[in-house]
T-cell receptor, first 117, second 112 residues
Framework: AQKVTQAQTEISVVEKEDVTLDCVYE???????LFWYKQPPSGELVFLIR??????QNEISGRYSWNFQKSTSSFNFTITASQVVDSAVYFC??????????????FGTGTLLAVQP | EAQVTQNPRYLITVTGKKLTVTCSQN?????MSWYRQDPGLGLRQIYY???????DKGDVPEGYKVSRKEKRNFPLILESPSPNQTSLYFC???????????FGPGTRLTVL
């Protein structure tokens, strides 16, 4: 089964706090890709990162960092020194070639992050 | 500017009245997909297309049709909309399977 679980439905933090959004995935494929997307209150989906299953290096981009651990099937996302503009719904997603090249992204249910000033 | 566009952005209609949501991309991408977003369910793929005249069902295709006559366009057709198709719809495109998908701005559809 292909599945993405984001157990945190909502998180509320105060500005400047660090926050980690959890993502756990399930797949039997050895080749797969993991993504994070941001959906601000305006509604569009903004791509943040793509990771393939063979690259377990953590990545940092400004205040954002991602921790990929195959041993625990997790791809967690940390925002350092959060800002009000980080308030959004964040989706973790999985893509594999299971069933053919369907180009399907399997999304988690999202985590609503509210950053209070 | 590289982008995926959708029209209309908002639509309120009545049960049974055929409608089309257009999607267009200017990145020469091979793959295009439609997703619907519902509270508590995340996004689910409706249909996808690997190239012109090649389309296939995603996870929730019932009640929808698509066509891909040109590479840049991938319209979503609801022949007889029902209230359970009230949702937020996204079109996406990518250069290949498992590549990053870039999403349009979304179409909020309400079926009364």
């Amino acid at each position: 089964a292909q599945k993405v679980t984001q157990a945190q439905t909502e998180i509320s933090v105060v500005e400047k706090e660090d926050v980690t959004l959890d993502c756990v995935y399930e797949t039997r494929d050895t080749t797969y890709y993991l993504f994070w997307y941001k959906q601000p209150p305006s509604g569009e989906l903004v791509f943040l990162i793509r990771r393939n299953s063979f690259d377990e290096q953590n990545e940092i981009s400004g205040r954002y960092s991602w921790n990929f651990q195959k041993s625990t099937s997790s791809f967690n996302f940390t925002i350092t020194a959060s800002q009000v503009v980080d308030s959004a719904v964040y989706f973790c997603a999985l893509s594999t070639n299971y069933g053919g090249a369907t180009n399907k992204l399997i999304f988690g249910t999202g985590t609503l992050l509210a950053v209070q000033p | 500017e590289a982008q995926v566009t959708q029209n209309p952005r908002y639509l309120i209609t009545v049960t049974g009245k055929k409608l089309t949501v257009t999607c267009s991309q200017n990145m020469n991408h091979e793959y295009m997909s439609w997703y619907r977003q519902d509270p508590g369910l995340g996004l689910r793929q409706i249909y996808y297309s690997m190239n012109v005249e090649v389309t296939d069902k995603g996870d929730v295709p019932e009640g929808y049709k698509v066509s891909r006559k040109e590479k840049r366009n991938f319209p979503l057709i609801l022949e007889s909309p029902s209230p359970n198709q009230t949702s937020l719809y996204f079109c996406a495109s990518s250069p290949g399977a498992s590549n990053t998908q870039y999403f349009g701005p979304g179409t909020r559809l309400t079926v009364l």
